[in-house]
């Protein structure tokens, strides 16, 4: 009866002995595998940072040369382990948008080419230009300046009416939808010798957007940059829009 008994509880001890270092080695792989995850994400994201790193050297070193550039190759060759490049984009349209404008801050927009060189603004087109905004709590106002080899001409629009002799805009912009009122600028106020159109924002800050039926001149440059790291294949694609020079925003402009 005793020898059964020993067997029992050395059966029972043997069990438990299993289950112990059963549950020391789950709890050691699951360790290691933590710190195996761990140390692979935070190699990953090095890599990451580099190859980001990598992409916007080359976006800088193409904007500086004015030309495509390659990674590994003249002013970007101390960068080993990556490949790719930075190259200049041509996107011709018939609309623009702007980023988000801060109140009492200006976008400039060229109605001719621009030449880099010589700084000279070429000629523009007789087309009718829709320019819209967005509807905020308060809304924004509008003040156009219209530039022109043979003098300058001058649109308040408010949908408001805060400002005296303001025009009203149009609730409805033709070019998109999502902006909620536009005004146009004739193509016989345009016509064949004007240059930019200065647009305030007032009161609110607003994108804005410009839409006519033909493509507009470029407003700037955009470049591409895409490099891929030859050590974990991570890939990075950055594109950045570098808009031609912005008017002063106390150039032209009236105090109300």
């Known amino acids: 009866m005793k020898i059964k008994l020993k067997k029992k509880y050395q059966a029972q001890v043997l069990l438990i002995v299993i289950m ?5 080695i789950t709890v050691v792989l699951s360790v290691s595998f933590q710190t195996i995850t761990d140390t692979k994400i935070t190699k990953l994201e090095e890599e990451n940072q580099k190859t980001l790193a990598a992409a916007e050297a080359a976006i ?3 904007l500086k040369e004015n030309t495509t550039v390659i990674l590994g190759q003249g002013s970007l060759s101390g960068f080993s382990g990556f490949q790719g490049q930075a190259t200049f984009e041509i996107i011709v349209d018939n609309k623009f948008e702007t980023s988000l404008i801060d109140k009492d801050n200006s976008y400039t927009f060229y109605l001719g080419d621009y ?3 010589s700084y000279q603004i070429g000629p523009s087109i007789a087309e009718n230009i829709e320019i819209c905004f967005q509807q905020k709590s308060t809304n ?3 003040e156009i300046t219209l530039v022109k080899t043979s003098g300058v001409k001058k649109y308040l629009i408010d949908p408001s009416l805060r ?3 303001a025009s ?3 609730n409805i912009c033709n070019g998109n939808s999502s902006y909620n009122y536009s005004y146009i600028i004739p193509a016989a106020d345009i016509g064949n010798d004007s240059k930019i159109i200065i647009v305030r924002v007032l009161f609110q800050s607003s994108k804005l957007a410009f839409f006519r039926t033909s493509p507009f001149p470029l407003q700037g440059k955009t470049v591409s940059s895409s490099v891929v790291s030859q050590k974990s294949g991570v890939s990075k694609k950055i594109t950045l829009f570098q808009t031609y020079p912005q008017i002063p925003p106390d150039f032209f402009y009236t105090s109300f």
């Open 115 to 117: 030449d880099m060189n």
């Open 168 to 170: 009203s805009p149009s």
């Open 60 to 62: 800088e070193a193409a």
């Open 140 to 142: 924004p106002a509008l």
């Open 20 to 24: 112990v270092l059963a549950t020391v």
């Open 163 to 165: 400002i005296n002799n």
